[in-house]
């Protein structure tokens, strides 16, 4: 493939990313200016965001695999349609339930969206170098989407209006509608059927997670609301495992799961999502503003450091130090260093429970460490949990990744929540999921990527296991 299409195909599945993670944080700063604009009541407000992330954990698996089936452009063009028609709905919205409703759809654009933009690198870049390379800027790109969104959030409700927090996704998702026609439209999977059985488990069963999830995150762990949607989410994932060994193209193939590098990766990945994904920003927003005072737009210059160094450590590092050495080292490594820093976050929090302290030393210094440790173990995980992944199973596996990510970041925040009464609590806690994970990940298979070499017809470029 040359050169300019794999520009191309990186610029698109990148910019689709940055949305989709984005819009997870991005109200949480407008949520005042859109209750003052539409009469929310204090129990619904909490929607605008929860919404958006039930029906996205929900759909991911299912969106996952219709990239398979009906091709990776296809589904990402419906997947951009399914985001950026409720945005605009959304950012009109003259009521609450009007809002609450595009928010959900905007979430299943979300989950047909985001499976594809990873499957559209796999199954274009062959595995090496090349392919590591962009992995990491689609790695990078997630984590600033995720860290700038109270920054974007507020930048734009205090120039313009809460309303472009949504709108801004109309040209962007044009423009990349546009960019998605030089894109190889891709082989369709020979099934033309959909598991529909397993489509119905999957999405009610993490559907159900989601929403008992956000139901502990108000009332506690113990509300009827609460044990009921779990209890009906183990039951119907369970129902799911049964199911996905009978069907003749299941949803989720138990074939990925029999790899390790797919089985104990996405694991790993579960972890992670558990710190880096909502976790850090939510309760480091809330140790900047209520501890050391900060006002909200400084909260999201405060995120800065994080989003710089973890894009020249994933960026610039990392890609060359998967050329000599084994994918599971980096991933171990890079679980230590961000262990270390969230045990000195956790140390200074625990310090300052009232005010005071200072961002510089208490904040930036921690900072540091946990960004080294995100950019060095976010590529390598992703590679592990793609590679050697048959094309046709391709969409499956990236529905499966973010899947991970969502439900670790949803379970985690809730779980952290409930069981931690402070704020250095919660990063302690953080501290010891990546200990964890920094040994767990040892029992990864090896792999390396082979430098770019020339290819005869039909013999893609992977990268080496042993």
């Known amino acids: 493939m040359g050169v300019p299409v794999v520009r191309v195909v990186l610029a698109l599945a990148c910019a689709a990313q940055f949305m989709v993670v984005l819009d997870v ?7 005042p200016a859109v209750q003052d604009d539409l009469g929310f009541t204090d129990a619904g407000l909490p929607w605008v965001a929860g919404a ?4 996205f954990a929900g759909f991911l698996l299912l969106g996952g695999r219709l990239a ?4 990776a452009r296809r589904t990402f063009l419906a997947g951009l349609l399914l985001f950026c028609l409720p945005s605009l709905v959304g950012g009109l919205a003259a009521a609450p339930g009007v809002l609450v409703a595009a928010r959900a759809a905007q979430g299943i654009g979300a989950a047909v969206l985001a499976p594809a933009t990873l499957t559209i690198i796999t199954t274009t870049i062959p595995e090496g170098p090349r392919r590591t390379r962009a992995l990491a800027v689609w790695t ?3 984590l600033v989407g995720g860290a700038s969104g109270n920054l974007v959030g507020g930048l734009l409700t205090e120039t313009l209006s809460w309303r472009w927090i949504l709108l801004v996704n109309v040209p962007v998702g044009l423009a990349a509608a546009v960019l998605a026609r030089r894109v190889p439209a891709g082989r369709r999977a020979r099934a033309r059927r959909l598991d529909v059985p397993g489509a119905v488990a999957a999405t009610a069963g993490l559907t159900l997670l989601a929403f008992g999830v956000l139901q502990a995150e108000s009332r506690g762990w113990a509300d009827v609301r609460t044990a009921g949607a779990l209890g009906g989410a183990v039951a119907l994932l369970g129902a799911l495992a ?9 949803l989720l193939p138990p074939r990925l799961l029999r790899s390790r590098g797919v089985g104990l990766g996405n694991v790993l990945m579960l972890l992670a999502g558990g710190c880096f994904q909502v976790p850090m920003w939510y309760f480091l927003t809330l140790y900047m503003q209520d501890v050391l005072g900060l006002s909200a737009l400084e909260t999201g210059l405060g995120f800065l450091p994080h989003t710089l160094v973890t894009m020249l450590v994933g960026l610039q590092v990392t890609p060359r130090l998967m050329r000599r050495v084994d994918d599971r080292a980096l991933v171990a490594a890079g679980a230590a260093v961000a262990a270390a820093g969230f045990l000195w976050q956790g140390a200074a929090a625990g310090l300052l429970t009232q005010g005071g302290g200072s961002y510089v030393r208490d904040v930036l210094g921690p900072a540091v460490l946990v960004s080294v440790g995100g950019g060095l173990l976010n590529t390598p995980l992703t590679a592990t949990v793609t590679a050697g992944v048959a094309g046709a199973d391709a969409g499956a596996a990236s529905g499966l990744m973010n899947t991970a990510k969502q439900v670790g970041g949803a379970v985690g925040l809730a779980a952290l929540a409930a069981a931690t009464g402070t704020y250095g609590a919660a990063f302690l806690a953080m501290s010891v999921m990546l200990g964890v994970m920094a040994v767990a990940s040892l029992a990864l298979p090896a792999r390396r990527d082979a430098p770019d070499v020339p290819r005869r017809s039909g013999q893609p470029n992977e990268g080496s296991r042993r």
């Open 25 to 31: 944080s991005v109200v949480n700063v407008a949520l």
């Open 68 to 71: 398979d089936l009906a091709g």
């Open 52 to 55: 958006y992330t039930l029906a």
């Open 242 to 250: 049964r199911i996905e060994t009978r069907a003749a193209d299941p």
């Open 140 to 142: 990078a790109v997630g």
